[in-house]
């Protein structure tokens, strides 16, 4: 078979154009939301000392060369989440940001190693003030894009409808008939016994190297997501503490925390915090963050420290990272990311 023609030839790109000038105008549409709503656009530094603190998530490192010729390590963000909340520590209250941001080990319809990611903060709103965005910012993309419905692969959302809410135990109880929260403890702690018995009993498969948290990823992927964001909107609130690292815990139980993600057409679109502002917990949560990492794929990345030193002046705030080129797809009816993305990052070959 031979092999496609790059993405500048021109009957390639007569196909592709209508997908990007679509992208231009919910982007444009998108500036003037936040802007009536009294949000400044910044623009953050690609180059940082620490792409983030994620256990699975994979960064593109490079150097910085001194005028002695000596190296410095730097990253490729893959998010420009920490020089966001920096920035809510140095004074700005309501901020937007359209970042490129870099993963590696990720390329598929859905996936793209450099992407654009929409985030925006809110100091002193809670982040049921981020649901109520999100669910303005579905119907404006698809108001802009001239369709009254977002779909992916044969499924559809009505986009002005309002997104169902669902917290992550209701969903396991729903979609998988397992009683996420008695495998956690008041504390915080995870019982990885007893939610392998339950995936097993729900006739998941398991083994014997699983943690805790690869049993409820297993779930969510094979069982809940399928079932997301189908019809209208869906968000998925109250993520277990543990998989939530820079989120704070919800009044209500300190076993799971403000975190929300939005999915629409079985697609994950954004992911949404109550910020974690106590330092002390937050590098805590990194350490173990990293620790896994090391123990899975034998690296890790430093903290920022001055990251950690800007939580003692931030203030209490909500955030969100919205997956831009998602969204264009699902308003456009695009099938892959490439179609959306006006210059792709050549496949590698292997």
């Known amino acids: 078979m031979p092999a496609p023609s790059p993405w500048w030839t021109p009957h390639v790109h007569a196909d592709r154009r209508p997908f990007l000038l679509g992208r231009n105008r919910i982007q444009a549409a998108l500036r003037g939301f936040f802007a009536a709503r009294d949000f400044v656009e910044v623009d953050t530094a690609t180059l940082q000392v620490s792409p983030g603190n994620e256990a699975h998530l994979h960064a593109f490192e490079t150097q910085a060369i001194g005028h002695g010729g000596a190296a410095t390590p730097l990253y490729l963000h893959t998010s420009p989440e920490f020089a966001c909340k920096k920035l809510l520590a140095a004074g700005e209250s309501r901020i937007a940001c359209f970042a490129h941001v870099y993963r590696n080990r990720e390329r598929g319809p859905l996936h793209h190693p450099e992407f654009t990611m929409l985030e925006w903060y809110r100091a002193g709103a809670s982040y049921e003030t981020l649901m109520r965005d999100c669910a303005e910012i579905l119907a404006l993309a698809a108001e802009t894009a001239g369709t009254r419905t977002l779909s992916f692969r044969g499924r559809d959302v009505d986009p002005f409808r309002e997104p169902e809410r669902l917290s992550v135990a209701e969903a ?41 948290s690869d049993l409820f990823s297993r779930v969510i992927v094979e ?22 690292a820079l989120a704070r815990p919800t009044a209500r139980d300190p076993r799971v925390a403000e975190r929300f993600e ?76 490439e179609q959306v993305i006006w210059a792709p990052v050549p496949e590698t070959q292997p």
């Not at 069982?223 to 939530?244: C, K, S, W």
């Not at 920022?304 to 831009?324: N, Y």
């Open 172 to 212: 396991f109880e729903r979609f998988a008939g397992i009683d996420l929260l008695a495998s956690i403890d008041a504390s915080g702690a995870t019982d990885r016994d007893r939610l392998a018995a339950d995936l097993r009993q729900a006739g998941l498969r398991t083994a014997g190297d699983d943690t805790w």
């Open 223 to 244: 069982r809940v997501e399928p079932n997301l964001g189908q019809g209208r909107a869906t968000i998925l609130d109250e993520y277990p503490v543990v998989e939530a």
């Open 262 to 337: 939005l999915y629409a057409c079985g697609v994950e679109l954004a992911n949404a915090f109550g910020e974690l502002t106590d330092a002390a917990e937050q590098r805590r949560r990194f350490q173990a963050e990293m620790a896994e990492k090391m123990r899975v794929y034998g690296e890790s990345y430093p903290l920022d420290e001055d990251f950690l030193s800007a939580l003692a002046l931030m203030p209490e705030a909500s955030g969100i990272a919205l997956g831009f080129d998602r969204l264009v797809m699902l308003a456009t009816g695009a099938a892959r990311i």
